[in-house]
């Protein structure tokens, strides 16, 4: 079912209403405003829970800024009322002071896998690395907790954003249970080992040609760390759930992109999600392309929009690129220009 989400003054964007769907693809140049119009639906989502009802400690930790600095502003003045509205959900300032947090979820949940993910999780394995070299010297144990509370600390303190709520979504993947599992990707193997009593996450990386070297992730190759944690995020999300995924395409080579953009979209269908992807590559949206010609998706089930900006218009304009049944498109403009710029 499609979710129709509407913005309103947030950072770029002065007015733009999408229709999501289970795959949304958002495409357009640098700062054309794709992932200011993602993020502000998984804000929406998030500000929805009861324990982030406080707008200026959610904005902290995802921009690192408070109200006044994501609403549309030409630099003298600031322009309210800031509006992000979808599925019953609405959120809506009139100023810092006077805000109306939704009384109902959009979404049944929501996970964000940021541009800088891989190196979120790669940070996020500093603490099972604290905890193998203290249990190496047991004079250091009584230190072991204070190393695990590190988590918590960040909730209060905003480094980094988004980092505590990227690790916050993958730590709710795990439900609190403790296992060790391997996850068979075809371009290696990923070694999941779980400490819930600790909130630990330790991950490892087998070769795909020598499957006894067995690596720590610090040593895995990109697209491998990344593919895998993005497939682990569609596997896990909970049905009914928002996925904000920036550039899947981040650190691979196109056969994997185009494998693991498959498996997003056939997971998002399955699993009834909304994820809404935001990219500089046309690759991802050829391989959806691909899965509709083959009607193994369907144009009910995919959506592209097209972002632009300019010195003339400023604020983000936002179009939709019609797919069509037998998988095409019409004309990607950037496309159009990377050809010309080459031949």
């Known amino acids: 079912m499609d979710v129709e989400l509407y913005v309103k003054n947030w950072r770029c964007i002065e007015e733009a209403r999408v229709s999501l769907r289970p795959v949304t693809v958002f495409i357009g140049g640098n700062s054309t405003g794709k992932s200011s119009l993602a993020y502000a639906a998984y804000f929406l989502a998030k500000i929805s829970e009861p324990e982030w009802r406080d707008v200026n400690k959610v904005l902290a930790q995802l921009y690192g800024v408070s ?22 959900a609405r959120f809506e300032a009139q100023s810092p002071d006077n805000a109306a947090t939704p009384n109902t979820k959009p979404w049944r949940d929501h996970y964000l896998l940021p541009s800088q993910r891989l190196s979120f999780l790669r940070l996020s394995q500093l603490i099972p690395k604290i905890r193998e070299a203290m249990s190496k010297h ?15 600390t960040l909730k209060t303190i905003p480094v980094m954003p ?10 709710k993947l795990y439900l609190g249970r403790g296992f060790v599992r391997r996850r068979e990707m075809g371009i290696g193997t990923l070694v999941e080992e779980v400490m819930p009593l600790l909130s630990l996450i330790a991950y490892s990386y087998v070769d795909p040609f020598i499957t006894k070297l067995q690596l720590p992730l ?20 909970r049905e009914d759930s928002l996925l904000v995924i920036e550039e899947p395409e981040i650190h691979k080579n196109p056969i994997t992109t185009i494998n693991l953009v498959k498996h997003i979209a056939a997971r998002a269908v399955e699993k009834k999600l909304t994820v809404v992807m935001t990219t500089h590559s ?22 592209v929009y097209y972002f632009e900006r300019s010195a003339e218009n400023p604020w983000t304009r936002v179009r939709e690129l019609r797919v069509y049944e037998d ?3 019409e004309e990607l403009p950037d496309v159009e220009r990377v050809v010309s710029m080459l031949f």
């Open 67 to 88: 109200l006044d600095g994501v609403v549309r502003s030409d630099g003298a003045r600031r322009f309210y009322p800031v509006i992000v509205e979808a599925g019953g």
């Open 162 to 171: 988004p980092l505590y709520f990227f690790l916050e979504d993958l730590t």
């Open 282 to 303: 046309d690759i991802a949206i050829k391989a959806l392309l691909k899965a509709v010609e083959d009607k193994s998706l369907e144009t009910q089930h995919v959506a």
């Open 327 to 329: 998988g095409t498109i």
């Open 138 to 152: 047991p004079e250091t144990r009584p230190f072991l907790a204070l190393a695990s509370s590190l988590f918590e």
């Open 218 to 237: 610090d040593l895995a190759p990109d697209g491998f760390a990344d593919s895998a944690i993005i497939e682990q995020f569609v596997d896990a999300a």
